[in-house]
């Protein structure tokens, strides 16, 4: 996977236009699916967030 800073960004605006109250899965998919990436996608970026890896 090629990682994308650029949907990381989004990503956060998502969950901080959320106020950290939650964001469930049906909305993770369909923010997923706005950005023309895969549910495998999504979910290895946000591995990745959780680790903090900063190499890709």
Do not use: C, Q, W
């Not at 049906?26 to 591995?47: M, V």
């Amino acid at each position: 996977m090629k990682f994308d800073p650029k949907f990381v960004r989004n990503l956060l605006f998502l969950y901080e236009e959320a106020d950290f109250a939650g964001v469930n899965e049906k909305e993770l998919f369909k923010f997923a699916d706005l950005h023309n990436k895969s549910r495998r996608e999504l979910l290895d970026t946000i591995a990745i967030m959780n680790k903090g890896e900063t190499r890709y």
